[in-house]
């Protein structure tokens, strides 16, 4: 029995270079080497057999043309290979080539920035406050890297009441989003729901774009606790609030300092009130102070604390202000986002 002959073999010889336009869809190229084929329906059925054919390459791609392979050249080769076939693939992503523009995926962009923003009021208005009941001097700013993901899709309806709802808010709760796979809570806002241009109103097909803004550690802001005034208890047993001043020299404080959860200054022993009726143990008290339960229920210990002075409300804590208003995210996820 003759011995067959070998296999073509097959080399991919050019990796997938940048998108090209043609015929009005955007798609790529992909060229091929075949050696050991005698003729070009032998090297294009080894191609196929290779699974390098039609719709092969990735289940989500489509020849832009009606040929699935098209040489480019064919030559002799000086080996006892036999000849030595050049071909040419064309294709587009069906992302892009689907006639109905309904059942496309979301075309994304990605930019990304720094920014600083102050800290001085909540989502509701509420100026954000110590335990003593103050605000932060100097207010408090933060600064944070960010990455602003954009998402354009198509729509058969736009109802900006929806827009509405979740324009400027924070995911509640963990979200998948594309292109950032799964959120924490309070990690990513959406700052533009709306179409990309005009369109008219009896339109069945419109283009909607959708702007996140996700930082890494969270629209929530941890504030150390610390101020220039704090609770205290007078002779008559009264809990009041007062300046800070050092205990020796009387002198009101430059910095502000630490406060435990009840508004006393975790260092006691360094400080005092400039108040003529204060008592002699004026930090001893365990008044509970009017902060919103959010912030209550969420102080965080801060690194270090251990080594603080004790106090009657606990070691120093960062306080946990909420400054954005949090919507169910999961919604953009059933949209395909």
Not at 269 to 278: E, F, G, L
Not at 287 to 305: D, F, W
């Amino acid at each position: 029995m003759p011995t067959p002959p070998p296999a073509p073999v097959i080399t991919n010889v050019g990796a997938l270079g940048p998108f090209i336009k043609e015929g009005g869809e955007w798609g790529d190229t992909i060229h091929y080497q075949v050696s050991g084929a005698a003729t070009r329906y032998a090297a294009i059925t080894a191609l196929n057999s290779q699974g390098y054919g039609y719709g092969s390459i990735d289940p989500n791609v489509s020849w832009l043309t009606g040929y699935e392979i098209n040489p480019l050249m064919n030559m002799d080769a000086t080996d006892d290979k036999g000849p030595v076939w050049f071909f040419e693939t064309k294709y587009k992503r069906c992302s892009l080539s689907d006639p109905n523009p309904l059942n496309r995926t979301p075309l994304i962009r990605w930019s990304f920035g720094l920014i600083q923003e102050p800290c001085d009021t909540d989502y509701a208005g509420n100026t954000i406050a110590n335990t003593a009941g103050d605000p932060f001097d100097p207010p408090q700013a933060y600064e944070s890297n960010i990455a602003f993901l954009r998402e354009t899709k198509y729509f058969s309806t736009y109802n900006v009441n929806t827009a509405l709802t979740y324009l400027n808010t924070v995911n509640s709760a963990a979200v998948t989003i594309s292109g950032l796979g799964n959120v924490p809570a309070r990690s990513i806002r959406n700052s533009v729901y709306a179409p990309v241009s005009d369109y008219y109103a009896n339109a069945a097909i419109i283009p909607v774009t959708f702007e996140f803004e996700y930082r890494p550690n969270g629209f929530n802001r941890q504030l150390a606790n610390k101020g220039y005034q704090a609770m205290y208890k007078d002779k008559n047993g009264a809990i009041k609030k007062g300046k800070l001043i050092n205990k020796g020299s009387l002198q009101p404080i430059p910095q502000p300092v630490l406060l435990d959860t009840y508004g006393i200054p975790c260092d006691q022993a360094a400080y005092t009130v400039n108040d003529p009726n204060k008592a002699t143990d004026l930090w001893n008290h365990t008044q509970a102070n009017t902060l919103p339960a959010y912030i209550n229920s969420n102080m965080t210990p801060m690194n270090g604390a251990a080594s603080m002075p004790s106090s009657p409300g606990g070691v120093p804590v960062k306080l946990p202000w909420r400054l954005w208003k949090e919507t169910d995210f999961s919604y953009f996820a059933t949209l395909g986002l």
